[in-house]
């Protein structure tokens, strides 16, 4: 297996990915490679400065860099020598399993839907969180930022991509799906939520998942009601950064407990790109070595449980 | 002053809501007077018990209750002697000079736009909570959950309802207002979200209030970035019931401390209906008597600092 990182991408690059993908070796096959996408020079530096010398790690030099402040779409194409763009290349040809990057988001995303390209029959790509319950139980939430403005017919994909991730990553038998919605009952909630509701039945009855009704936000994190849950991009995204500032309030005051670090963005492997047909992976931009080897390893657990091929069969 | 009390709301009506009533009496004034609205034999056999014969207290004898499985509408209308609908009467012809109610939200908001109805000027009345931040000051969040699918001229009016909200009842003197969004940037964010930016910034042209921008939910509890958080019911629902939830998850977890005190509804006095002609408060279905003692106190605040005045006055 070849997993490629961007070495060039999040801050104090290429430092904290160098060291992270070194961090993710001692956890790897001895089979796995990583294949550092950047300054070849730099990472050298930074290999030999750490004492690496180890075979698993490959370096394909590039010579750009795309900046949190470039406009994706143009400096995707315009930087045709960048870390990311070479990578998504690399990636759509077969040369790497997959791509992992703590970069721009939004170049990763044209890559994704660019160059790797949507699975068929999947209307918009999405993005996925883990998040930690009480009882130690993980569940999905999605979309979590990408896509906003989601039609019904896109978060009934949305069930389907998350019960497949379920079921291939996280290994649950029949996933519960829930809608998160502002109350239990089905009339419950704004037009759109009211509408997939509706969509969800639907889907539910001809067997594409196991659909248990709404979800009120009080109980995404115990695991009692549901193990994915679908919403909108702006609500899953502010569900998450709700969640990341309590997070963060609770460490200042000292609080810490195996739940709570469920919400450690280190430890969580980054945030999967669904529904593209290679195994992608978003870091954040403030990632440090541990949240990159994290993600490394992340990257290639879904590789190994074969997401995309199983996606693609549902999507058959 | 004249404090109206539903004694037939919530759980284990009356006792809760007479013993919470008996609470209140010990920080209120002499002056003031708690009126009870309910079964008369039951509230009576309650005091008796509780060995209260304050004159401070006086019962206004209905004989139906809203259940909470009633339609809102048609309940307020066929039980004509219920505790909600002859209160909300009451408070329309002055006996009273606000109603607070742990009893059928629904039923409440049909007094309140019904009965009491909306200042003039104001297209949707709203529900704001005050939530805490790290630093002890407090944030008001609006709407959470009272409606759904806001058009921007209705979340504009919340960024003036809240500001004045802050102004009055938190006496904050230039309140920071500003969108709940998934990104700081003015362009990020759904299509209404987006439009409403544009709203908000006419709005703070005129002088209406000072809008900073948008918030990202991380920021919410941590008063950095405002004092005044607009957005939609739909959203605001699940801010506030994710806090409520994370909140239960720390207390099972025996993680106490000021902050996530702040968020145990026993404290936060209940939900205020902003825009109707009236202090009317909304307390938690699971009141226990020191949820309405605090939902007491908080509907006589807003009535000394003269809420209702000030929005119309900023409405005029």
């Not at 939520?193 to 969509?199: C, D, G, K, S, V």
Request: with cysteine; aromatic share 6%.
């Amino acid at each position: 297996m070849r997993l490629g990182l961007d070495a060039m991408g999040g801050d104090f690059a290429p430092e904290v990915a160098v060291k992270g993908a070194i961090m993710a070796l001692a956890e790897l096959d001895k089979g796995c490679r990583i294949v550092l996408y950047g300054d070849e020079a730099r990472i050298r530096a930074v290999l030999e400065a750490e004492q690496c010398n180890s075979e698993q790690i490959e370096i394909v030099a590039t010579t750009e860099v795309i900046e949190m402040y470039d406009h994706p779409v143009r400096a995707f194409q315009q930087k045709s020598d960048s870390s990311i763009t070479v990578g998504f290349h690399h990636l759509a040809e077969g040369l790497i399993d997959g791509f992992a990057s703590a970069g721009s988001t939004g170049a990763i995303m044209v890559g994704s839907t660019q160059v790797v390209r949507s699975i068929e029959g999947i209307i918009r790509p999405t993005i996925a969180t883990v998040v930690p319950t009480i009882t130690g139980a993980p569940v999905v939430l999605l979309d979590v930022g990408l896509n906003v403005d989601c039609k019904p017919d896109v978060l009934e994909q949305y069930a389907l991509i998350g019960s497949v991730f379920a079921k291939s990553v996280l290994e649950i038998e029949n996933p519960r799906v829930a809608l998160l919605n502002i109350g239990e009952e089905a009339t419950k909630g704004d037009l759109n939520t009211r509408a997939t509701y509706e969509h969800l039945q639907v889907g539910a009855e001809t067997g594409r998942y196991n659909f248990v009704g709404n979800i009120e936000a009080s109980h995404i994190f115990t695991s009692r009601v549901a193990d994915v849950v679908v919403c909108d991009g702006f609500v899953g995204n502010i569900v998450l950064k709700l969640a990341e500032g309590l997070y963060e309030i609770n460490k200042s005051m000292g609080v810490t407990n195996t739940f709570w670090e469920g919400l450690n963005y280190e430890m969580a492997g980054g945030i999967p790109v669904l529904g593209v047909n290679a195994p992608v992976t978003i870091g954040h931009g403030k990632s440090t070595p541990l949240a990159i080897k994290s993600m490394l390893l992340a990257t290639e657990h879904t590789i190994r449980l074969k997401l995309v091929e199983r996606l693609r069969e549902a999507f058959r």
